[in-house]
């Protein structure tokens, strides 16, 4: 009975209507493991062949999840598709708003900044008390000289900011812009009302993107079961008068 009522509370929490992972239910585990071993055991006491069925039924999916993660990491990233059509099509020091967070770019094209974007966000970094987790001064001086000995198109990179640090969309066809970069990893996060209410610029943003007409799709990679992982990536190439 104990072990019914463990698995209904992670049931009921797993279907809660709560923003991101359910991170709370991990001091839950060792309980279920604890409580898992010993119902298996009395199990295997009873029903050898039950057990046997039992153990196979739960191995099989975490098994196959174990196979198809290690083989996609040897398959391409839909991240690093989007890099070397950009390099291949856009020109150097394009300036190009891609989804990221305020220092790091994950969720989308790893792309080399140029030399205006490292003294950027070295400026800022100097005028703020509190740096992003894993971010420091000294990290971003690394970065900076590290970034100095790439080879290869570099790039004028802004970051939406996990997508609520966007501007209206002529804000970005008045500033100049050649190229958006969006990211499922951001743009998803918006199809949901209750952030849609909370962040409503940038849920406008992501729904008006593909229509409006100073934004035409220029390239995209979406991922495949099996053959291409990571986020849809989608580039929009700015139709502005600047030259």
């Not at 057990?51 to 040897?74: C, D, H, K, R």
């Not at 996990?162 to 969309?169: H, T």
């Not at 990211?183 to 729904?207: C, G, H, L, T, V």
Request: hydrophobic share 40%.
């Amino acid at each position: 009975r104990g072990l019914g009522d463990v698995y209904k509370r992670q049931g009921v929490m797993s279907a809660a209507d709560r923003p991101g992972a359910e991170r709370y239910m991990l001091p839950i585990v060792p309980a279920l493991w604890l409580l898992s071993a010993s119902a298996a055991f009395e199990v295997s006491q009873k029903r050898p062949l039950l057990m046997g069925a039992f153990v196979a039924l739960i191995t099989a999916i975490p098994l196959y999840s174990l196979v198809e993660q290690n083989y996609m990491w040897t398959r391409p990233d839909t991240r690093v598709l989007a890099k070397c059509w950009i390099e291949s099509n856009e020109p150097p020091d394009s300036k190009i708003l891609l989804d990221g967070m305020r220092y790091r770019f994950i969720q989308s094209p790893p792309l080399i900044p140029n030399e205006e974007t490292i003294k950027r966000r070295m400026t800022r970094a100097g005028n703020e008390d509190h740096l992003s987790r894993g971010i420091s001064r000294r990290t971003l001086s690394l970065y900076s000289e590290a970034m100095a000995t790439l080879d290869g198109p570099k790039f004028d990179l802004y970051s939406t900011v996990w997508g609520i640090g966007v501007e209206e969309l002529d804000y970005y066809v008045e500033s100049c812009f050649g190229y958006v970069v969006t990211s499922s990893m951001n743009a998803d996060r918006f199809m949901d009302p209750e952030q849609a209410r909370k962040y409503p610029i940038s849920a406008r943003f992501y729904s008006e993107l593909p229509e409006h007409e100073k934004f035409e799709l220029a390239y995209s990679a979406e991922p495949a079961p099996w053959q291409i992982q990571g986020p849809t990536i989608n580039v929009y190439r700015v139709l502005s008068s600047c030259d």
